[in-house]
């Protein structure tokens, strides 16, 4: 049995052109699935766009089953795409498809007819009940489509014991090149799953149904000691959980750890203000651990929205916690969103504004999205308010609820809070500080920067492209007055 993995790629993300980490996800299931079949993976991502040529390599090998990893919107349309080329060209081909958008959207993704079956929720232990039976039905959290009527079978439990999951077969994708941020070689740590927090905008604890489940110590360490004696050059590890700070006790017991093992690595994390706020001696002891970034979600400087989204944070905490990693020689790559529900084009505006007023060492910034799964998905849903969905379209910059600015100005408002942000004085001089992580960090936020803006030219030439080529060419192409009609 041959089975192939496929970190697909997006028809409109271009994240991947600067910043790429290793598809964990596809890794871990091939741990799992490489006990029952022979196992390769392909990560499509930054490799252009061309479905049918993908199609091609893809079917080199002749596997006998093919699983799609469709975690968020834009990877979706491409997806179905590269489904229905793989069929055409195989038709005794299996297709499984699973991953966040997969999970919350089920008929839609098998509506279609090119995806044999769609696993929900966690996929370790359900591929592997696949393989050995060779069939998918009966097997619970699979969904599956036989001659135009989709059944779903019951849910899989959680995996309780997450120590019990398999570490990723990284050495399945041999050149790793590619996965880095600037100077620095990139590799993920899993080391929990799931978030007990709220936010609306946020799919994550619902895909994990409101629970939180965390590796042991002892688990996490050894995955760590796995990545120092396998990958020698300059790193960055970073823990690719979604709530890392959950249990900042645990957090304090990793930090002993690596402190423990001398290591030159660089750490990075994704953490809320809030648990960092309350705890500043874990914090002492991230920055002795050599953490050098968190990823910390701000969202916004407008108290009401922080409430009116579940967010749960307070200004006054993430100002608090700032001060805190930066007092450690640790970054803060700072999420920000607008659009949020509730928000006024004059908040929108003065949101944005705020942003270059945080002491933040990278900015990122998106529009609030309505991605399924999550709370404001289901609200616009049901207020009718996405209409005919182009998924192409949740894309993170593009506004598509009620209330939220126009695309054009909305793009104007996030484009002069970036150049507020990048080339205000005060971050230009933060670049020569002699603060080592902030400074390796200011340096790459300038190069994502320009990353971004170099994106943002080539958006705007094809747009004006495609505009010229739909104008029509001369008045003969207009429509008919009521005059000569």
């Known amino acids: 049995m041959r089975l192939l993995l496929v970190m697909p790629t997006g028809l409109r993300v271009g994240y991947d052109e600067y910043f790429s980490s290793s598809p964990m996800g596809i890794e871990t299931l091939a741990a799992h699935a490489c006990e029952y079949a022979d196992v390769e993976l392909a990560d499509m991502r930054g490799k252009g766009h061309d479905v049918e040529a993908h199609a091609e390599k893809l079917l080199a090998g002749r596997p006998d089953i093919i699983g799609l990893s469709v ?31 997969a999970t919350f959207l089920p008929e839609e993704i098998l509506a279609g007819g090119d995806v044999d079956a769609l696993i929900r929720g966690e996929g370790e232990y359900a591929l ?65 799953r799931g978030c007990p927090h709220r936010c609306s905008f946020c799919s994550i604890r619902n895909f994990h149904r409101g629970k939180w489940r965390a590796k ?55 953490a809320r203000a809030d648990a960092l706020a309350k705890n500043p001696h874990v914090v002492e002891w991230m920055g002795k651990a050599h953490f050098s970034a968190v990823l910390m979600g701000i969202e916004t400087s407008n108290r009401r929205l922080l409430e009116k989204t579940g967010k749960g944070t307070t200004p006054e905490q993430v100002e608090r916690t700032i001060e805190l990693l930066h007092a450690q020689d640790i970054g803060i790559w700072g999420t920000f969103t607008l659009g949020l529900p509730g928000e006024t084009p004059q908040d929108t505006v003065e949101c944005a504004k705020s942003i270059a007023k945080a002491d933040v060492d990278v900015v990122q910034i998106t529009v609030a999205t309505p991605i399924p799964g999550s709370d404001l998905y289901d609200d616009a849903i049901a207020a009718g308010d996405l209409g005919d969905i182009d998924w192409d379209d949740f894309d993170f910059t593009t506004p598509l609820m009620p209330g939220q600015l126009p695309k054009e100005e909305m793009d104007a408002v996030m484009h002069k809070a970036y150049l507020q942000v990048y080339l205000s004085r005060r971050f230009l001089r933060s670049l020569f500080s002699k603060r080592t992580n902030l400074y390796r960090l200011r340096r790459t936020a300038l190069r994502v920067f320009f990353a971004w803006i170099w994106l943002l030219i080539k ?20 429509e008919p007055t009521s005059a000569t009609a």
């Open 128 to 192: 592997c009940e696949i393989i050995r039976n060779r069939d998918y039905r009966g097997i619970a959290g699979v969904s599956w489509r036989d001659n135009g009527t989709i059944h779903t079978e019951p849910d899989r439990p959680l995996i309780d014991d997450l120590d019990t999951v398999r570490p990723p077969a990284r050495d399945l994708l041999a050149d790793r090149s590619q996965y880095r941020m600037g100077a620095y070689r990139v590799e993920g740590i899993e080391s929990s």
């Open 459 to 478: 958006e705007r030439i094809g747009n004006l492209l495609s505009r010229r080529r739909t104008k029509p060419s001369d008045a003969n192409d207009a």
């Open 216 to 270: 042991s110590v002892d688990r996490v360490m050894s995955e760590v000691d796995y990545i120092l004696e396998h990958y020698p050059e300059q790193k960055v590890i970073y823990f690719a959980d979604d709530s890392f700070g959950t249990d900042m006790r645990r957090v304090e017991a990793i930090c002993r750890a690596i402190v423990e093992r001398k290591t030159e690595a660089y750490f990075w994390c994704q």
């Open 71 to 101: 975690n968020s919107a834009p990877h979706t349309k491409y997806s179905l795409a590269l489904a229905g080329a793989l069929k055409r060209r195989q038709g005794d081909l299996m297709i499984l498809v699973g991953g966040q958008q």
